[in-house]
Every structure is written in structure tokens, then in C-alpha cells.
């Protein structure tokens, strides 16, 4: 599933900016990240790492991505349909062809699973 030739480091880091600065901009999307991230540069870092790890294999991630979300209240599947809209949106510019269908691949597989797993907590 990974593959370190998938993509450079830097289309990753393209993708995670270019997304999350959506993200930030979205009127349902972007007051809930705003309220809950307090280091942008940090919190950017990590997703690079995340996206690195999911794609390439990087292995650089360390975390999870199911306690962090389970612990945000008032969550509902239209925010994170929201969600994957924008990243398609995103990845839709991508010239990597390749890049793109994995990404959307997985993006909507975290979506679905960080909802279950939310569902699950509450």
C-alpha cells in the first residue's frame, strides 16, 4: 500500500498546507480547528508526518489520530464529509495522478473510521 516513490516529501507538504489552510477558511470546519489547535506550525509538522507515513511509509508519525478527534465534542458525519469534500478539492489540483488517487483513497478511510471510532467513544 505505501510507497516511498509514490510522491516527494515536498508534494506531501503541498498537500497538507494547501489543505488545512482550506480547512482553517471552511465556515463549519474552521472554527473547530481554530478553537483546538493553539501551534499551526506544530500541528502542520505532525500531518506532514501523518500523510508521510500513510503514503511513503516514512514511519515519522507518532500518535493517535482516534483519541485526539474522540475527545472533540459536538461531532457530526456532515463535518466530516466536510472534510473529505475539501481534501478532494485539494487533491483534485494535484498534477501527480497517482498521488492523488491514493490519497483520496485513504482520506476516505480515515474519515470513515475517525467517525466510527468517534461514534464509539461518545
Known amino acids: 500500500m505505501v510507497n516511498p516513490d509514490l510522491c516527494t516529501e515536498e508534494e506531501i507538504t503541498t498537500l497538507v498546507h494547501r489543505f488545512y489552510g482550506r480547512v482553517r477558511q471552511d465556515a463549519l470546519l474552521g472554527p473547530i480547528f481554530e478553537a483546538h489547535v493553539s501551534d499551526w506550525p506544530a500541528h502542520l509538522a505532525k500531518l506532514v508526518d501523518f ?10 508519525f507518532h500518535g493517535s489520530p482516534m483519541r485526539a478527534h474522540a475527545a472533540l465534542p459536538d461531532l457530526e458525519p456532515t463535518l466530516f464529509m466536510q472534510w473529505l469534500d475539501l481534501f478532494h478539492a485539494t487533491t483534485a489540483e494535484l498534477e501527480n495522478e497517482a498521488l492523488r488517487l491514493r490519497a483520496d ?6 474519515a470513515a ?7 464509539q467513544q461518545q
Open 51 to 60: 500523510w508521510s507515513g500513510m503514503l511513503r511509509g516514512s514511519g515519522r
Open 105 to 110: 483513497e485513504f482520506a476516505k478511510k480515515i
Open 113 to 119: 473510521a475517525l467517525w466510527q471510532g468517534y461514534q
